[in-house]
Nanobody, 126 residues
Framework: QVRLVESGGGLVQAGGSLRLSCAAS????????MGWFRQAPGKDREFVATINWSSGTTYYADSVKGRFAISRDNAKNTAYLQMNSLKLEDTAAYYC???????????????????WGQGTQVTVSS
């Protein structure tokens, strides 16, 4: 069992930066792939970024590529999402998720993930 708690959301002006954190409980954190998703009001939850548990390989949605960076610190059981050059359209609730590898599908789909955090709100203003 893995429990995920996000933090770091808030209100930021367009062009600014935020860093989200995802603290995980459980001794097997280092064996889980981690992902970030977001959901704006009235829209489906969408993929943002993911990081492999072993090689640290990362993958991003086209909409955030070059602006966001996902990372992890296995010693601290924490995953991060550094968000730079924020745009109005980045406004959403952001969720971290953990994948044990037991579920099928791409790491860019919600179905692949076993555990989810409660979300943290990011609001970008003009």
């Amino acid at each position: 069992q893995v429990r995920l708690v996000e933090s770091g959301g808030g209100l930021v002006q367009a062009g600014g930066s935020l860093r989200l954190s995802c603290a995980a409980s459980g001794r097997t954190f280092s064996t889980y792939a981690m992902g970030w998703f977001r959901q704006a009001p009235g829209k489906d939850r969408e993929f943002v970024a993911t990081i492999n548990w072993s090689s640290g390989t990362t993958y991003y949605a086209d909409s955030v590529k070059g602006r966001f960076a996902i990372s992890r610190d296995n010693a601290k059981n924490t995953a991060y999402l550094q968000m730079n050059s924020l745009k109005l359209e980045d406004t959403a609730a952001y969720y971290c998720a953990a994948s044990s590898g037991r579920r099928a599908g791409s790491l860019s789909t919600t179905a692949r993930y076993d555990y989810w955090g409660q979300g943290t709100q990011v609001t970008v203003s003009s």
